[in-house]
């Protein structure tokens, strides 16, 4: 479901379901500023329940969802749209994720969402931003995390470039270091597969350059800590402690033996992994060296979620990017959109349509739904629901472009009625929806070349019924062929529309 904006609450609430870690921060918003009130975080190593079929098992899920009850306490009784929880890699990877999904969001009282690579890369950036003095100049940031890694280059508040690698600290582990032992030759292995995973984008990124590097995660932090507390840096990654480092990580030969000022316990077992990721990503991006950041992703989630209101929502910023980009009739959405939720106004009360996010999805359909006219007008409600469900949509997470995805496909001859099954309690709701965006682009068929009279609308369970003025569908022949003609379409899915 789709987050609503954070509007005056007295406090907001972010967590981090990562691959290794769940982290959350409860913060205190005023006058566009944060102030952190509290900070946990539970190694859970979600990934490490991966299976062979890509399945948590259930020790793993039960393992989240143990952390996730201590999470919850901190955040009963705050109010919809005042936390955001952002599940990251292993939930992307995970065929079951629906069943955790399902747990967790009986526990936390909040909806959960699973964003895509690119979005948590640039919610990292935006946590990192505003963490980080503000300096003229480009910035590059990485955030290696347990099952992906993001890659980074913005200038200021605003990312230019945004990348994420299948890569992490605790799926390398499981590869190369399952049984805790550290070789030379394992070390190499998961080396070099981290270098072969950046050769796609190392190019893009030494194009762009940058003047400084700085790093957001778990691992690098360890990282710095143990080179300083050897006295080879101030807390910075830098080559000559990573290579100091390397020799003596493999000396040891187990992860039991890394009794080093800097690597907290619950860190020794993926700390190999990250140690070779981090060679491969100062080899590839030839660095010097590397500062830590205390801003990451659920501080970026904090920051997003607050600008949603008080500054800018960055997803009408996407949308109005893509209908550019598309060439979208912006005339005609306009008209759609205002149709659309005016007639939502008139039904919300009977068919239950009062809560934000159900506002705003019917909005941004209402101006994306010719998206498809671009590539080809056979069949373009298709070829627009597939741009906006597998483009990357900076603000939105898997589940609000699927959701976007199927009005957008569903606007025009038959409703997908196998899909509408796949969002389960949202089901009625989409539908719902899908009637009202349909109702407004019949309404708008002859484009702003006629005036359009006032309607009513009637809601049932499974039907609305429109009723036009006395002799008006008579005198506008084409417009009562619209509304018969979609009654039939309507009809294939048990829904009873009534024209007069």
């Known amino acids: 479901m789709l987050p609503t904006a954070a509007k005056h609450f007295p406090m907001i609430a972010a967590i981090d379901l990562g691959s290794n870690s769940f982290h959350m921060v409860l913060a205190k918003a005023d006058h566009g500023e944060i102030r952190i009130l509290e900070r946990l975080g539970e190694k ?19 393992r989240g969802l143990d952390c ?34 399902h747990r967790a969001e009986d526990i936390l009282g909040h909806p959960v ?3 895509s690579g690119r979005e948590e890369a640039r919610l990292i950036y935006l946590g990192v931003s505003h963490s980080s003095a503000d300096t003229p100049g480009k910035r590059l940031v990485v955030d290696i995390g347990g099952g992906s890694t993001e890659f980074i280059i913005g200038q200021r508040f605003e990312p230019l470039l945004r990348e994420s690698l299948q890569m992490g600290c605790v799926s390398f582990t ?79 030969g187990d992860v039991d033996k890394l009794e080093l000022d800097g690597i907290k316990p619950d860190r020794r077992g993926v700390f190999p992994a990250g140690l070779a990721i981090m060679e491969a990503i100062f080899d590839a991006m030839k660095l010097a060296s590397m500062n830590h950041s ?73 101006r994306v739904h010719e998206l498809g006219l671009d590539i080809a007008h056979y069949q373009y409600h298709k070829h627009g629901a597939y741009l906006i469900e597998h483009s990357d949509l ?7 472009q699927q959701m976007l995805a199927l009005l957008v496909r569903g606007h025009r001859r038959n409703i997908p009625r196998d899909k509408l099954g796949d969002f389960g309690d949202h089901s009625q709701t989409l539908l719902r929806l899908c009637v009202l965006l349909r109702f407004a682009i019949l309404f708008h068929h002859i484009r702003g070349g006629q005036e359009m009279p006032q309607v009513e609308l009637i809601a049932g369970p499974q039907s609305l019924d429109v009723q036009f003025p006395a002799g008006w569908l008579h005198a506008n022949p084409l417009t009562q062929a619209d509304f018969a003609q979609e009654a039939e379409w309507l009809s294939r899915t048990g829904f009873n529309l009534r024209v007069r």
């Not at 070099?192 to 690098?220: P, V």
């Not at 159900?358 to 209402?366: F, G, V, Y």
């Open 113 to 115: 969402e699973v964003i």
């Open 44 to 62: 859970v190593q979600l990934a490490a329940g991966l299976d062979d079929q890509r399945l948590l098992s259930e020790e793993a899920i039960q």
């Open 394 to 400: 900076a603000g939105f997470s898997r589940l609000d």
């Open 294 to 366: 205390e801003g990451a992703l659920r501080e970026g989630v904090l920051y997003d979620l607050l600008g949603r209101h008080v500054h800018e929502d960055v997803r009408e910023r996407t949308l109005g990017a893509l209908m550019e980009r598309y060439h979208v009739d912006l005339e005609q959405a306009a008209r759609v959109e205002a149709k659309a939720l005016s007639a939502l106004e008139k039904v919300a009360p009977s068919w239950q349509l009062s809560d934000d996010w159900q506002r705003e999805l019917l909005s941004w359909a209402a």
């Open 174 to 252: 499981q590869r190369y270091f399952r049984d805790g032992k550290i070789t030379a030759a394992r070390y190499a292995q998961a080396y070099t597969a981290a270098r072969l995973e950046l050769m796609g984008i190392e190019y893009a990124l030494h194009r762009l350059g940058w003047q400084e590097a700085l790093g957001a995660s778990g691992t690098i932090r360890s990282i710095g800590l143990v080179i300083k507390a050897a006295g080879h840096g101030n807390g910075e990654v830098n080559a000559p402690g990573l290579a100091w480092l390397k020799r003596k990580v493999l000396k040891l």
């Open 68 to 101: 996730l009850r201590r999470f919850g306490q901190l955040i009963t009784g705050l109010p919809e749209g005042a936390v955001r929880i952002v599940g990251t890699n292993a939930l992307r990877e995970a065929r079951n994720c629906g069943e955790f999904i």
